[in-house]
């Protein structure tokens, strides 16, 4: 199958590109390195340079004649969503109309959108949250992760057959271990370096972390059995941000405590998805434990050059 990957530079969407390839697709990213990094772009996958919101998006898709594309591109950053909702929005949501549109114009039926589930439920009233759980986001991110839900429900009715992969935490190899996002990378650059490290609040909030190839498997479950529609992708299982640091320590180790922040404005409290319907639906489960996932990641940050 020909497939678009948006994003394929990224932390995520690399690890999907390698996939796709394996099973034998044909791939083409397209991403505007904001993020992403060339050292993460496959050697046997097509490339093209460009951010989502380029109106000649259209015309690349249409040399292409893509049969699936799975939307990864996006502004990431809950904190970065706070101080600039209007970039985020420019980010989440034109680029995702943009995309749509143009998979409408060239005839492109299916669409994979790489959705928030902890950003777009908010502060949980149920643990492990179904996909029947009230929307509330509490941050412009989530936000604009559940209106490019309800856009893809609008384009449904346009021919596209959409799924919106709503991923808990998800971490691993490649993760961008600078800026805001992801504390697992973060964790584990500052613990290598000797660092001491930093948790916001304290430490007793709770996060569902997923391994990154878990969540490939699951993005690519979702083109085979051709889902449309929320689907959760996590592991039902809440960890506190101060026992993921103590096994974190464990893995790389460390030794020094970490120093305690003030809580981050957009941050819940509490996150924990339930995958029940994916599994019923396309027989997907989580299979990395969590202390296996962090050795894996640990590892992968011991061997690189630059920290």
Known sequence: MKCVVTGGAGF???HLVERLLLEGH????IDNLSHGKKANLAKAAKFIR???RDRGLVGKLRKYRPQAIFHLAAQISVRESVDNPVAD???NILGLINLLESAVEVGCPRVYFASSGGAAYGEQEQFPAAEEHPIRPVSPYGISKAAGEMYL???RSRGIFAASMRLANVYGPRQDPHGEAGVVAIFARQM?????TMINGHGKQTRDFVYVDDVVQA???AMIKSLTGPYNVGTGVETEVNTLHTLMMQAAGATLPPNYGPTKEGEQLRSCLSAGK?????EWEPSVRLEEGLTETVEWFRQQKKL
């Open 50 to 52: 460009m951010d989502v």
């Open 219 to 221: 993005f690519l479950l």
């Open 278 to 282: 994916l599994t019923t639906d396309a």
């Open 192 to 196: 290598l370096k000797g660092q001491q």
């Open 153 to 155: 429900d609008y384009y």
């Open 89 to 91: 929005a420019d980010a």
């Open 26 to 29: 044909e791939v083409l990213i």
């Open 12 to 14: 995520i969407g690399s």
